[in-house]
């Protein structure tokens, strides 16, 4: 059984910051957290960052220079460091994991940004 559970989410005032953390447990061999997404209401759900095994990332233009992501592989843990935080940042932020052919998502925190 894999578990992925974030959290660091919050209210933030339009400038700030915030650090959201993803953990991965479970038994299933192989499994790794690729990266966040992020749903704001009334919208699908938007990729925002990718990050490999060795921690080389890629982001969406939306976040590119205020967010940025890492790991720490031996807690099984991927950060999202977001800073100057904008009121369209306001989402409910998912992080995804694979192993193999199968897909699992945390169950999201809640980041809001008051303009």
């Known amino acids: 059984q894999v578990q992925l559970v974030e959290s660091g989410g919050g209210l933030v005032q339009a400038g700030g910051s915030l650090r959201l953390s993803c953990v991965a447990s479970g038994t299933i061999s192989g499994l790794n957290i690729e990266g966040w997404y992020r749903q704001a209401p009334g919208k699908e759900r938007e990729w925002v960052v990718s990050?490999?095994?060795?921690?080389?990332?890629n982001y969406a233009d939306a976040v590119k220079g205020r967010f940025t992501a890492s790991r720490d592989n031996a807690k099984n843990t991927v950060y999202l460091q977001m800073n100057s935080l904008k009121h369209e940042d306001s989402a409910a932020y998912y992080c995804?994991?694979?192993?193999?052919?199968?897909?699992?998502w945390g169950q999201g925190t809640q980041v809001t940004v008051s303009s």
């Open positions: 995804l994991a694979r192993a193999g052919p199968r897909t699992y």
């Open positions: 990050i490999t095994p060795g921690g080389a990332t």
